[in-house]
Every structure is written in structure tokens, then in C-alpha cells.
């Protein structure tokens, strides 16, 4: 079965949280939720599906997928991941360590497990091995809010959802009191600072702030994300869990990170980090070296059904993140959607999902 197409369609969906729409990073209000899907064709007529990491990082990420990774895996054969992807890392080694390239690895080992598992008539889970699961839990990923007062109303609105944990995406300890405040003492609470902290000693200063608030895991604490001295520090002194991953490089940094002690739970990313192969060797590392393994994914498309399959397929029993927002359109349909705090495991055959083209081709941008 060989590859004859590899195509990015980036589709921007409209959203509401509850809350006034929160800037991308430093960048522009995020308006949409866009999502970047590849499309993956071979000369069998069987097509998967991917995601690759988009954001702020679509105008090289495309590019990426268009004129530097699809090329390459156009003609190979599509149901050897380990070779083609292998092959790939190897021969695009000076951009593969993380970035734009990588992404769009992640794509197309994505939508090659689909392929496999439409090949094979079975769901990608059930390819990892996995028990079985119908359903996995979930946790309401907020987008940033403004104020303490619109923290408790949206984070208390996520619990009387069915979510019965919640992460926000603030920086201040003043933050995460309003959400213990509003949901309290039972929910799970998590914060991701998005690499708040260039201090060590003002991230520690943080923490123990936070420590009344009895968090879950505080995410992403440190710029530069692979400090692993400082957030090795961070998690000595700062009295709470610490989670980081988002920003991996590839599957050996793992091994750093718990060399050094620098986290209690590791996030990869199934969009970012080379796809479903790449997190279930992350997932593998992080056992054996004793550091508990969560995917992240705030994702409403490919990306997230994978992470979805992933999770069911761990022996571990994992959260599976999940955004809290109501889209106004979904190419994937009720796929991507939660039911008192849980996420549905796709049982058909690859990702299980069928994608709505005329959605897709209605939001889809120029």
C-alpha cells in the first residue's frame, strides 16, 4: 500500500468558553479553534487522518507538511510506520529535534495508524494492546481567563458539566484560590502556567503559594521548558507536584528529565513529539524510570481522538485533557465531546472517526 497523497488543511472553528477570548500566547485573540488536519491517501483508496501542532506555528508548520515531510513519504509504503518514519527522523535530522518538522511527523504517523488499523479492521487501541476500555475520564482544560471572579464562574461551570477535574491555564496564586473557592475541596485542580517563570526562586515563591490550593500538578512552570536543574529545584522546594512535557524535544528527553528529577509527571504531546508511536515510547520510558505519564492534548480534532486511543490503551489509568469550550462545528461530530467526565473510545477500525468534509471544507482557510 503506498502513499500517493499527503495534504494540511487547516480549519478554523468557531468557539464559546463562557469568557471573554484569550489572546494566543502574545499573539492575536484567539477568535477560532483551529486545528491543522492532514489527510493521508494511498493507492488502495484507504485515507487516514492526522493533526499536526499548529497555533502560532502554521505558517511554518504547512509548509513543513507540504514541501518537506509529504514529498518524502509520498511512494513509501504505508503500513511500515516504523521504517518510513525511521527513515524520515533520520534523514531530516537537522530539523528534527523539535519545531515544525517534527510536527509534521506527527501528522503522518497519526494518519499512518489509521491507515493500519483500517487495513487490519481494528482500532488503533486495540493495535497498542489495549484492555479494552469503552470510555476514559477527563479533565476540563480552561482557556486563560482575566479575573479571579470569571475563574470561579467558568471553572465552577466545568464541574456542573460533569467534569470532575479541572486545569487552568493562569499564573498567580490568586487564580487557583478562585477555582478551589469555587469548586471545593473534592475536584482535582491543575495549573499550567505555560513557562511563567524565568526565577527559579520566584516559581518556588509560587508553588508554596499555591500549596492551600492542593493542586494536582503544576504544569509547565520554567522558561526554558528543558531547565531541568531549576525544575528539578522547583519540585524539591516548591511543595507541589510538578508536571512538564509539552515541550519535549523527542523521547529521550525523558530520560534526562528523570535523571535529574525534574518532574513527577511527564506530558507529551501525540501532535508535537512524532505521534501515537512516539508518546507510546514516552509513555514506556516514563514507566520504567518511575515518573507517571499524562498526554497532553487540547485538541479538537485528529490529535485528540489519537491521545484518546492512547490513554485506553495504557495499563495505567490515565486523565485524558480535555478543552473546555462548545464548538460551533466539529468536523468529527460527537467525537470530540465529553459526557459526565468521560471521553467515548472509538471502537471502529483506525481512529474510529468519520470525518465531515463539508465542514471541514466550509471552515477551512484560504
Known amino acids: 500500500m503506498k502513499i500517493t497523497r499527503v495534504e494540511p488543511i487547516l480549519v478554523r472553528l468557531p468557539y464559546e468558553h463562557g469568557a471573554p477570548k484569550p489572546a494566543l ?3 492575536p485573540i484567539r477568535a477560532t479553534m483551529d486545528a491543522l488536519f492532514v489527510r493521508v491517501e494511498t493507492d488502495d483508496g484507504v485515507t487516514g487522518w492526522g493533526e499536526a501542532f499548529g497555533f502560532a506555528t502554521v505558517p511554518v508548520t504547512m509548509p513543513a507538511i507540504r514541501d518537506v515531510v509529504g514529498p518524502l513519504a509520498i511512494g513509501r509504503d504505508a503500513t511500515d510506520i516504523p521504517a518510513l518514519t525511521g527513515d524520515l527522523k533520520r534523514r531530516l535530522q537537522n530539523m ?6 517534527r510536527f509534521a511527523l506527527s501528522a503522518l504517523d497519526i494518519a499512518l495508524w ?4 483500517k487495513a487490519q479492521g481494528a482500532p488503533v487501541w486495540k493495535l497498542l494492546g489495549g484492555p479494552g476500555r469503552t470510555r476514559v475520564p477527563a479533565y476540563a482544560s480552561l482557556l486563560r481567563l482575566p479575573t479571579p471572579e470569571m475563574v470561579a464562574e467558568i471553572a465552577g461551570a466545568a464541574v456542573g458539566r460533569g467534569y470532575p ?29 505555560n513557562c511563567a517563570w524565568t526565577s527559579v526562586e520566584d516559581a518556588v515563591a509560587a508553588a508554596r503559594a499555591m500549596q492551600p490550593c ?13 531547565d531541568y536543574e531549576s525544575l528539578a529545584r522547583l519540585r524539591r522546594d516548591g511543595g507541589v507536584p510538578i508536571a512538564i512535557g509539552e515541550n519535549l524535544g523527542n523521547p529521550n528527553d525523558v530520560k534526562w ?12 504531546s501525540v501532535v508535537k513529539h512524532g505521534g501515537i508511536s512516539a508518546v507510546w515510547e514516552i509513555a514506556a520510558i516514563a514507566r520504567e524510570r518511575g515518573i507517571r505519564c499524562v498526554p497532553h492534548s487540547p ?5 485528540l481522538i489519537a491521545t484518546i486511543h492512547i490513554v485506553a490503551a495504557m495499563a495505567e489509568d490515565v486523565v485524558c485533557e480535555h478543552r473546555y469550550c462548545d464548538l460551533g462545528a466539529s468536523p468529527l461530530g460527537d467525537a470530540v465531546l465529553q459526557r459526565d467526565g468521560y471521553l467515548t473510545v472509538p471502537q471502529g477500525p483506525g481512529l474510529g ?8 471544507a466550509r471552515y477551512r482557510a484560504a
Not at 165 to 176: F, I
Open 25 to 27: 500566547g502574545m499573539g
Open 96 to 101: 528534527m529535534h523539535a519545531g515544525p518538522a
Open 114 to 117: 489509521d491507515i493500519a488499523g
Open 165 to 193: 477535574r479541572v486545569k487552568l491555564h493562569q499564573k498567580t496564586p490568586e487564580m487557583a484560590a478562585a477555582a478551589r473557592r469555587a469548586i471545593g475541596p473534592d475536584i482535582a485542580l491543575m495549573v499550567d502556567t
Open 214 to 226: 492542593d493542586l494536582t500538578w503544576l504544569e509547565e512552570p520554567i522558561s526554558p521548558p528543558d
Open 257 to 268: 528529565m528523570a535523571h535529574m528529577g525534574a518532574a513527577d509527571i511527564v506530558q507529551p
Open 299 to 303: 485538541f479538537v480534532g485528529p490529535g
Open 353 to 360: 472517526i468519520t470525518v465531515d468534509e463539508a465542514v471541514l
